[in-house]
């Protein structure tokens, strides 16, 4: 006997949130650390702009599902360890538009910014990024937040693919593309919120230094 259906809670949407982002990682490595941690990093960071607790909570949330669209990719290429060819790249680079059209359509605020974020993390400062080469503050505020998380948690946890660095390591890259990679004012944030973010990087041991 099927029990009745209703709608969602919210907690259950948060679970399912949490699930996908942990399959759409699976897929290229096993690390459920890393979708958790760019959602604290993302967290702090939402925290010290103009946004509310509800509003930073749903774009740290809405970060887990940053990279859904891998699900989308060939499974040769994410667990490749060698250099990607330019074409693999290109391929590759389709995770964010694959991510946004799996999450298009949602009447979910949470699964609306994941869509957005999605789409958008890996556009930079400058217009160097990708998909679209959006620059500055066309970038929506959620994919910049999450850009600069997403860096810092790639230079400093190892991967399949590379080793970590130090965190100071990632701080002076990250303060070095201040303007150019990323918002300004985010990685101000950043500088001054350094420690919490090596705070959350102790969670797991795949680090460098402390």
Excluded: C
């Excluded at 607790?53 to 749903?58: K, P, V």
């Amino acid at each position: 006997m099927f029990r009745s259906f209703s709608t969602p809670s919210q907690q259950e949407l948060l679970e399912h949130v949490i699930l996908t982002a942990h399959v759409a990682e699976f897929a290229e490595w096993d690390n459920h650390a890393h979708v958790e941690r760019i959602r604290r990093y993302s967290y702090i960071l939402a925290r010290e702009t103009d946004l509310e607790h509800d509003e930073a909570s749903l774009i740290s949330y809405a970060s887990m599902l940053h990279d859904v669209g891998k699900i989308a990719l060939p499974a040769h290429l994410l667990q490749k360890t060698a250099k990607l060819t330019p074409d693999e790249y290109r391929i590759a680079e389709r995770h964010t538009v694959e991510g946004g059209r799996l999450l298009s359509g949602s009447g979910s605020p949470l699964l609306q910014t994941a869509e957005i974020i999605s789409r958008t993390h890996h556009e930079r400062w400058d217009g160097s990024g990708y998909p679209e080469g959006l620059r500055g503050e066309a970038i929506p505020l959620s994919g910049r937040i999450v850009a600069l998380a997403d860096v810092f948690d790639a230079l400093t946890t190892k991967r399949p693919y590379k080793m970590a660095i130090a965190p100071e390591a990632a701080f002076d890259l990250i303060k070095s593309s201040s303007g150019t990679l990323f918002d300004p004012a985010l990685v101000s944030i950043f500088v001054e919120k350094f420690k919490d973010f090596k705070s959350v990087l102790r969670m797991t041991d795949e680090t460098v230094g402390d």
